[in-house]
């Protein structure tokens, strides 16, 4: 079982639709939970970064991690064809090993 | 503000040459990263450094070496180029071991 899973898509959806992004993990131990954002040919962008339970706000983006489910969502409102992109979960155990263990992305649309 | 900078942004290379990927970073973060992201596979760590001096291997370090001779730079070097290397290639830094990665544009190399 991969550490980190999540559904590749695509996700295709109307403009001004609510989108739901979920991850899971196998590992109690992680510690740390981020999602970042792809653009077609440009490196990741952090979104979001949380450390504990619960939801983390920012804008029309929403983090929710329920550690008891091992499972992470970002949620976007009201979303724009600008949001399409490939959006990544990531984790990592902190402490000295810092190293991030990435979900495979999810490729959204949103369509005009 | 840069951030990253990655260069070459691209690269075609024979087989049994070697290269020296370049990544440089402005915001004096002490912890820099190599990762190459594949179609399907998503993104795998290569090699880290933790503070300046200092290197580490990730989950895939065949075939590439790293050094950290000062807090900003962080060449990544192909030592004998093999088609499976053909890939994209991220460099990232964070401020702390645990803390959140931010990630460069990325070098596109292919290997014939």
């Known amino acids: 079982q991969k550490e980190v899973e999540q559904d590749p898509g695509p996700l295709s959806v109307p403009e001004g639709a609510i989108v739901s992004l979920n991850c899971t993990y196998s590992?109690?131990?992680?510690?740390?939970f981020m999602w970042y954002r792809q653009y077609s040919r440009k490196g990741p962008e952090l979104l979001m970064y949380?450390?504990?339970?619960g939801n983390k706000e920012d804008g029309r983006f929403t983090a929710q991690v329920d550690k008891s489910s091992k499972y992470i969502s970002l949620f976007i409102r009201d979303s724009q064809p600008s949001d399409s992109a490939t959006y990544l979960c990531a984790t990592n155990y902190g402490g000295s090993q810092g190293n991030l263990i990435f979900g495979k992305g999810t490729k959204l649309s949103v369509k005009p | 503000t840069a951030g990253i900078t990655q260069a070459p942004t691209s690269q075609i290379l024979a087989a049994g040459r070697s290269m020296t990927l370049r990544c440089t970073q402005d915001?004096?973060?002490?912890?820099m990263y190599w990762y190459r992201q594949d179609l399907g596979l998503g993104l795998r760590l290569i090699h880290y450094s933790n503070t300046a001096g200092t290197t580490g291997k990730g989950e895939v370090p065949d075939g590439y070496s790293v050094s950290r001779a000062n807090t900003d730079d962080f060449p990544l070097t192909l030592a004998s180029a093999v088609p499976s290397q053909t890939s994209v290639y991220f460099c990232a830094s964070s401020d702390r071991e645990q803390g959140p990665q931010h990630f460069g544009d990325g070098t596109r190399l292919s290997i014939l």
């Open positions: 949380t450390y504990s339970s």
């Open positions: 590992n109690s131990a992680f510690q740390y």
């Open positions: 915001m004096r973060h002490n912890a």
